[in-house]
């Protein structure tokens, strides 16, 4: 039953980002506002329902797997990365919490950015028809 919660909430989380992403698409700004208006939504609803689940603990159940995992999750992946480093930081854990951050950025983008570059030249070399 968990996996059909996360599921559900994931298929209604991935369309409404692609939904916003349509949304706020404007190909002539450079700064990519679709994305960070997700993320920035996103954290704001995962902070909202962290409050929530401390008021009513009922919560931390199936609705949190419905919700959070799922919706969100399927919505941004954003909002967990804040969530988590929020916890991290209300526990006390600042360094940790600013090691967890700025790993995940630099390391995300460096990856990203040698996945790209390994898989263009693998595509120039078996594909390449010159």
């Known amino acids: 039953m968990n996996?059909?919660?996360?599921?559900?909430?994931?298929?209604?989380?991935?369309?409404?980002?692609?939904?916003?992403?349509?949304y706020f698409a404007q190909p002539q700004l450079l700064f990519p506002?679709?994305?960070?208006i997700v993320n920035i939504v996103g954290c704001l609803c995962a902070g909202i329902f962290l409050a929530f689940t401390f008021k009513y603990p009922v919560l931390q159940q199936e609705v949190r797997?419905?919700?959070?995992?799922?919706?969100?999750?399927?919505f941004t992946t954003f909002s967990s990365f804040g969530l988590e480093t929020f916890q991290l930081l209300r526990s006390g854990h600042v360094s940790l919490a600013l090691s967890y951050a700025l790993s995940s950025l630099i390391v995300g983008v460096v990856v990203l950015a040698v996945g790209f570059y390994f898989c263009q030249l693998l595509l120039n070399i078996f594909l390449d028809t010159k």
């Open 3 to 22: 996996w059909i919660l996360v599921a559900c909430g994931g298929a209604i989380g991935a369309c409404l980002r692609y939904g916003a992403g349509i």
């Open 33 to 36: 506002w679709g994305t960070w």
């Open 65 to 74: 797997l419905f919700l959070m995992v799922g919706i969100l999750g399927g």
